[in-house]
């Protein structure tokens, strides 16, 4: 808490702000895809974040699709 004083003698009292928390923090990932054929396939990847709330915690997010190559 800091108290500053004007030219007036009037008091001003600045409390801290309150301490702010991470929403997420993305850590990379990584990702495989395999090929039927010359020009068609499939993918998997995936991911962690980080979430700094009360308690830490992991998720995993994956990702699926089909890759088609021109």
């Given at each position: 808490?800091?108290?500053y004083?004007?030219?007036?003698?009037?008091?001003?009292?600045v409390e801290?702000?309150?301490?702010?928390k991470t929403v997420t923090a993305m850590g990379g990932g990584?990702?495989?895809e395999?090929?039927?054929?010359?020009?068609?396939?499939?993918c998997l990847a995936?991911?962690?974040?980080?979430?700094d709330l009360d308690k830490p915690e992991t998720a995993f997010q994956?990702?699926?699709g089909l890759v088609i190559k021109f």
């Open positions: 808490t800091r108290i004083t004007s030219e007036l003698g009037i008091e001003t009292r801290p702000p309150e301490k702010k990584l990702g495989l395999y090929y039927f054929s010359d020009h068609f396939g499939a995936g991911r962690i974040q980080y979430f994956t990702l699926l």
